[in-house]
């Protein structure tokens, strides 16, 4: 059965989705929601050899080959403008996942909907969605095996507004959504990544020539953390 934080990541799709899945590695998410839905299509797009195989395996022995398409290659150049609707990216970095999005706008003039599950850098999406028309509709935060996952979903030309005016810099980073609801798995991120940031604060100190402008900036994030940690 398909990871729980895939699942999530499915849930976002409508009906009769025609999608691309970037970075498919083995397809499992396209033939997950191609079996369930008869009416879905998908094109799996695979930068490297290995994962690429692996994907039209999976696609093969499912014999779904006829409505999920296996392509290689970089980002969102495995797609032709029109060809779909909704785009899932997960499992890579935000920043990688913002850079994909950036270079293959021309391929997102039909795309209505971006689901994306960035491993860390979440800010960089809520950052690039609102910079080309796509709102921030849905967050999500999840735990699993040990590991927390987010998922955004960006619907273009949406009424939803996520952001408040006050506190838009601090709802970039953290999320606006997963701000205001608070649940145990985003405290358990946030509090990892403030113990982290506390290690190396203390590692800066320790240097034989301690970079003050850098250290001002950890203890700045530091702070913002402690504050929404502690808002309760
Ligand atoms: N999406 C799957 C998931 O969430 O479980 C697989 C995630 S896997 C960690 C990341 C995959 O993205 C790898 O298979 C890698 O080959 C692929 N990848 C990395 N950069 C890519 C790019 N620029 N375009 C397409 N695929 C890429």
Not at 98 to 120: A, F
Request: glycine share 6%; aromatic share 6%.
């Amino acid at each position: 059965t398909l990871s729980k934080r895939l699942q999530l990541v499915a849930s976002f799709l409508p009906k009769e989705a025609r999608f691309a899945d970037i970075g498919s590695d083995h397809a499992y998410l396209p033939c997950f929601v191609c079996l369930q839905d008869e009416h879905a299509t998908a094109i799996a797009g695979e930068l490297n050899e290995g994962p690429y195989q692996s994907a039209k395996k999976t696609v093969g022995d499912l014999q779904i080959d006829d409505r999920i398409e296996v392509r290689k290659g970089n980002g969102l150049s495995v797609i032709k403008p029109g060809e779909v609707e909704q785009v899932v990216i997960a499992g890579m970095g935000g920043s990688l996942i913002s850079t994909i999005l950036e270079e293959g706008k021309d391929k997102l003039l039909s795309v209505k909907r971006i689901i994306t599950q960035p491993n860390v850098d979440a800010d960089a999406i809520r950052k690039w969605f609102d910079q080309n028309d796509f709102q921030l509709t849905d967050e999500k935060i999840i735990e699993e095996d040990g590991h927390i996952y987010e998922i955004l979903v960006g619907d273009r030309n949406s009424e939803y507004v996520a952001y408040t005016m006050e506190n838009k810099r601090r709802e970039l980073l953290f999320g606006p959504i997963l701000l205001r609801e608070k649940s145990t798995a985003f405290k358990q991120k946030w509090k990892i990544e403030l113990d982290r940031k506390k290690h190396a604060l203390k590692q800066m100190e320790n240097a034989k020539t301690p970079n003050i402008e850098r250290m001002n900036m950890f203890q700045e994030e530091i702070k913002e953390i402690e504050e929404v940690l502690e808002n309760e």
